[in-house]
């Protein structure tokens, strides 16, 4: 036995010695060099059917098909939105994603909005990664950690991250027994995974925003992990036509609702990264392009069994009425929310209701009002809830939904800062709040309609208040109202509105008056 052992032993070392000196002399494999494109969307929200706003997703997957060496990746809030999203639950817009060919896609918040046992039923109609490296439920990943891309050689690798916020901006029942990750330790872990396992280009595919929301933005991301050599992002609805540099890091994201679409290139000699560069396709190009037959027969048989059902008339209306984020829905009072917050009111039959301005996503226009628009107005198959509140924890939530308004020099709203789906459109009430205070201590009046004036530190007065189960339930900070009792839970948001707007038509403009700021009651003085 020793001695076959030692001669095992002797043919081992032979072997080894001739293979080294074999390799002598020879050249080693070249470290590869090649142009990379990336090719990106984010926020979609369902649009996937071109006009004169939206590319539509036939001619993005053309645009992709016809690019030498390109990844089309998408960076969240994609399966939910409009009707053609919601009424299949995502199933359309997944398999449209596929056939385009989207190698992969972050999961956004309001991706979770058909529950999360939904997402593993769409990743697998996708065949393509969900990438959440920082999300988990029962202790093990959620949906997919990392893929790596092969192209002429370079090895792009992706990780998948998502604000920790979603805990909040997600309905609570909706992400039950998920839980978020620190993503900026997940983060560095999947950095070094992929570089280990030999990939030239990281890349973080995130729905994390460049700021606004609480929770870590990919700027801090990548301050904090220049590991990474590009961020895909979404969230924040931000616009970065160039990108923007933070730590040699390369941050990249088109704004929203499919209007561009992103384009990084990446220049790679010898295994190392030497350019690397962003700009948004100008729509123009894009809506110029021939779209790809496969994408618009899918696109059109499709939209062909919605058309019956989403063009039913429920109302008219005689004005428009804007959804406009801000100055809009998320900073100000606006026909539209007190629209809306009165059509929740009269359905519930509570003594006040409120709507959170991240809820509303449409315009009302001047005609006729279809079931399609009221659905493009109250996507997120939200129902209405009642609860029953005091004065003072009343304003609390008000205090919530004024949290995020942000004053400049002169004390006037930055709009631009401002926008949070939190702020309120309320009906049954006025509010009056100084947005200059510092957070918690805005609020200044609360007057029921009737002029009764409520007491802010009255904890004894029962008020029954009427809004989404999305914001009922804990959503958007609204904590104080999770854990009260339902008093009542009524059927869905978007039938109230249509309900109303049946019975009110033809529609008018909601009178203003009912969020009022500290300089306009100085003024009324």
Same mark, same amino acid.
């Given at each position: /036995? ?9 043919? *081992? ?53 016809? *690019?030498? =060496? ?14 053609? +999203?919601?009424?299949? %639950?995502?199933?359309?817009? *997944?398999?449209?994603?596929?056939? &385009? ?15 999360? +046992?939904?997402? #593993? ?15 988990? %439920? ?47 330790? *997940?983060?560095?872990?999947?950095? &070094? ?5 030999? !990939? ?69 000699? =010898? ?5 690397? @560069? ?17 994408? $618009? $027969? ?5 939209? &062909?069994?919605?058309? $019956? ?8 209306? %005689?004005?428009?009425?804007? @959804? ?9 009072? /606006? ?32 005609? !006729? ?15 209405? /809830? ?43 009430? =006025?509010? +009056?709040?100084? #947005? ?18 409520? #007491? ?35 059927? +869905? ?9 049946? %019975?009110?038509? #033809? ?19």
């Amino acid at each position: /036995m020793r001695k076959n052992t030692a001669v095992v032993l002797f043919v *081992t070392v032979l072997t080894l010695l001739f293979a080294a000196l074999s390799g002598c002399g020879q050249t080693p494999l070249a470290a590869p060099t090649a142009e990379i494109v990336i090719l990106h969307t984010n926020d979609t929200h369902g649009r996937v059917i071109g006009d004169e706003y939206v590319i539509g997703i036939d001619r993005i997957a053309a645009l992709h098909k016809n *690019t030498p =060496n390109s990844i089309l990746l998408d960076a969240g809030d994609t399966l939910h939105g409009l009707p053609i +999203a919601t009424l299949s %639950r995502g199933a359309d817009i *997944t398999a449209l994603m596929k056939a &385009a060919g989207y190698a992969a896609m972050a999961l956004g918040n309001h991706d979770f909005n058909y529950g999360w +046992a939904r997402l #593993p039923e769409l990743r697998e109609i996708a065949g393509f990664p969900f990438l959440a490296s920082n999300v988990e %439920r029962d202790g093990s990943l959620f949906l997919d950690d990392t893929v790596i891309i092969e192209i002429d050689g370079v090895k792009v690798g992706l990780f998948g991250l998502i604000t920790e916020d979603t805990e909040y901006s997600a309905m609570p029942e909706y992400v039950r027994g998920i839980v978020f990750d620190d993503p900026i330790g *997940t983060a560095r872990a999947k950095a &070094a995974l992929l570089r280990g396992q030999g !990939v030239h280009v990281v890349v973080a595919l995130c729905h994390m925003g460049v700021g606004l929301d609480r929770g870590v933005t990919s700027i801090q991301l990548a301050r904090e992990v220049p590991e990474i050599d590009i961020i895909i992002d979404g969230h924040s609805h931000t616009a970065l036509p160039d990108g923007i540099t933070e730590a040699d890091v390369l941050i990249v994201q088109t704004g929203d609702y499919g209007n561009s679409l992103g384009r990084v290139v990446i220049s790679v000699e =010898n295994g190392e990264i030497t350019s690397k @560069s962003a700009s948004l396709i100008p729509f123009e190009d894009a809506q110029n392009t021939e779209p790809d037959e496969t994408v $618009a $027969a899918m696109l059109s048989e499709i939209t &062909a069994n919605l058309d $019956a059902l989403l063009n039913e008339p429920v109302g008219e209306s %005689r004005v428009e009425m804007s @959804s406009a984020r801000a100055p809009g829905v998320r900073t100000q009072e /606006m026909p539209l929310g007190s629209l809306v917050a009165d059509a929740y009111r009269e359905a519930s039959g509570a003594d006040i209701a409120i709507a959170n301005g991240g809820d509303i996503r449409a315009d009302i226009l001047p005609g !006729v009002v279809t079931k399609g628009g009221i659905i493009s107005v109250l996507p997120f198959g939200n129902t209405l /809830m009642v609860k029953t509140v005091t004065p003072a924890l009343l304003r609390e939530v008000l205090e919530n939904g004024v949290s995020g308004i942000i004053v400049d020099a002169n004390g006037d709203i930055d709009h631009e800062q401002s926008p949070q789906g939190r702020f309120l459109q309320v009906s049954g009430f =006025n509010f +009056a709040y100084n #947005p200059a205070a510092p957070e918690g201590e805005r609020i200044l009046s609360i007057t029921l309609d009737g002029g009764r004036s409520l #007491p802010l530190n009255d904890d004894a007065t029962k008020i029954t208040l009427a809004g989404s189960n999305y914001v009922m339930t804990g959503g958007d900070y609204y904590t104080m109202l999770g854990g009260l009792p339902v008093e009542r839970e009524l059927g +869905a948001a978007d039938e109230a509105l249509a309900a109303y707007v049946a %019975r009110h038509s #033809p529609l008018t403009a909601p009178e203003t008056g009912r969020i009022i700021t500290a300089t306009e009651t100085q003024q009324a003085a």
